[in-house]
């Protein structure tokens, strides 16, 4: 994997553990821990952008050892602002032709980079050991939005359980287990 497309996915992943935090609001130290193991798990790419700016936002944040959902929400838009390109770049390529082999590639980029904000986005949303009606929902919409990532059999069976719960309506106990099961299936410890 090129070093460009690690910093890509791994950005990605990032954005979507951030945006999973904060969907309910509130800001566990579980999810806390979950931005740290971000950081270990990319700290090889600390020297690269954009991670050369913004791991240092995140090491100054941590270190207060509480994030505030403002704090949050600045990081979220500092990831919008330092790789908007990028995620400009994705929507290019979803709408790209798949007719060609170039076509073909876009969309499998566009597939890619929807996965990898998908499995930051379970991430985030099991950093605190449950799932809420918000977080479901937030995943039912990311579900229905990127029909990329629901195109990926991978994800086929967690699609179709967020799809018989009914929506704003919170996960029963034997729910909670079945998705933290397969989310844990697909994503691993993260």
């Not at 954009?50 to 207060?64: D, G, H, S, T, W």
């Not at 179709?160 to 844990?184: A, G, M, S």
Request: hydrophobic share 40%.
């Amino acid at each position: 994997m090129t070093l460009e497309r690690k910093t890509d996915r791994a950005f990605r992943k990032l954005e979507g553990i951030v945006n999973g935090i904060l969907v309910d609001s509130i800001i566990e130290d579980s999810e806390i821990k979950q931005l740290e193991m971000w950081c270990s798990d990319y700290r090889d790419l600390c020297e690269a952008h954009p991670f050369n700016q913004i791991v240092p936002y995140i090491n100054r944040i941590l270190a207060e050892g509480r994030i505030s959902s403002e704090e949050m929400e600045t990081l979220q838009w500092f990831i919008g602002q330092l790789y908007q390109d990028s995620v400009r770049e994705d929507a290019g390529l979803a709408a790209g032709n798949t007719d060609s082999v170039a076509g073909r590639a876009a969309a499998e980029a566009a597939r890619e980079a929807a996965v990898d904000r998908l499995t930051g986005l379970l991430c985030g949303i099991m950093a605190d050991g449950s799932i809420n009606a918000a977080e479901l929902a937030t995943l039912r919409e990311c579900m229905q939005k990127n029909g990329a990532s629901e195109n990926c059999s991978r994800f086929g069976e967690l699609f179709r359980i967020v799809e018989t719960i009914p929506e704003n309506r919170e996960p029963t106990p034997d729910e909670q287990v079945q998705l933290k099961k397969i989310i844990t299936t697909l994503v691993g410890p993260c």
